[in-house]
């Protein structure tokens, strides 16, 4: 990069990008028209190519302005962590990691997954729900240093983000006490008699169990869908009906919630994939996670179903 390049002018033509106009950037920043016109041409000069153009009555960015303007949203999303990670290095050695979880993942074995960078003693972890696409949208602006989720990253060249699968857990079926004797007998086509409780379509593993329902030619009597897998374990447990959950979690959900296994499907499996910035220097507890390897306990069910919770 140049030697005159000035991450001031950047900044000006950050604001004209957003705004939609210099009129507007300089409104905003409480600056005249002709200053932040001629901060976007500096910068213009020093890049040696243009960033925006007119088109009638409007102003435009250029193919090299919304690469400009791409790589400006990555540069001042880590500008605003700077000062809270400076106060956190200065005060002690919290370790700090902002993680995304996708709302679809089975909560209980997210918890499993990150036992290891839970035992680091300067943790301070900062989780925040969501769906797929915006967090990965956080990720992008490195406001995230990680997703987990229930399925890879897209191919995406703006994303420029790599995945890894952390582990998978065959699905089995549970039911409330109320529920239990009638959907064991006949299983898996007791599915079509008893209610059934299902993860809405946001969720990876419903495109299979669809697949599998249809293979079996079982047309379920669905009770209730849920976007959230805690808020579906809520309505299992409270006698709604029987729901699938990763057969890695069913000793939890026995102890408890009640909820007794009644079948498995191991045709059926939920994944659970660590997603990060592959432009990044890796966070350091992502780089355990990454380490770690596949979750034993999640891959082989039969130790799922022989471990303490």
């Not at 379920?220 to 057969?247: H, N, W, Y």
């Not at 659970?272 to 780089?287: D, E, N, Q, W």
């Amino acid at each position: 990069m140049p030697q005159s390049f000035n991450y001031r002018h950047l900044y000006y033509f950050w604001v004209v990008a957003k705004e939609g106009g210099i009129a507007r950037a300089a409104q905003r920043l409480d600056m005249a028209v002709q200053t932040i016109s001629a901060q976007v041409r500096e910068l213009e000069k020093s890049l040696g190519v243009s960033l925006l153009r007119n088109e009638g009555r409007n102003l435009v960015l250029t193919d090299a302005g919304m690469a400009a303007l791409h790589e400006a949203d990555h540069i001042f999303a880590l500008g605003e962590l700077l000062p809270i990670r400076v106060r956190e290095a200065a005060v002690g050695q919290t370790l700090r990691l902002n993680l995304g979880i996708s709302d679809g993942i089975a909560k209980l074995a997210v918890h499993r997954l990150l036992r290891t960078v839970l035992e680091e003693p300067h943790l301070r972890l900062l989780c925040h729900e969501g769906e797929f696409q915006p967090l990965l949208g956080e990720l992008a602006l490195h406001k995230l240093d990680a997703v987990l989720a229930d399925r890879a990253a897209p191919t995406n060249p703006h994303l420029r983000a790599s995945s890894q699968l952390l582990g998978s857990s065959a699905i089995a079926w549970y039911a409330p006490p109320l529920w239990a004797e009638a959907a064991a007998h006949q299983f898996p086509h007791s599915l079509a008699v008893v209610p059934v409780l299902l993860p809405t379509h946001h969720a990876a593993v419903r495109a299979r169990m669809d697949h599998w329902l249809e293979q079996e030619r079982i047309r379920p009597r669905i009770a209730g869908e849920f976007e959230d897998s805690a808020l579906l374990s809520t309505f299992a447990t409270s006698g709604m009906g029987v729901m699938p959950a990763p057969i890695s979690l069913g000793n939890h959900l026995q102890q408890t919630f009640g909820l007794v296994q009644i079948g498995a499907t191991p045709e059926v499996s939920e994944e659970f994939h660590l997603i990060y910035s592959a432009r990044k220097v890796i966070h350091p507890l992502v780089t355990r996670l990454l380490e770690t390897g596949p979750q034993e306990r999640l891959l082989n069910p039969q130790a799922a179903l022989q471990a303490p919770p």
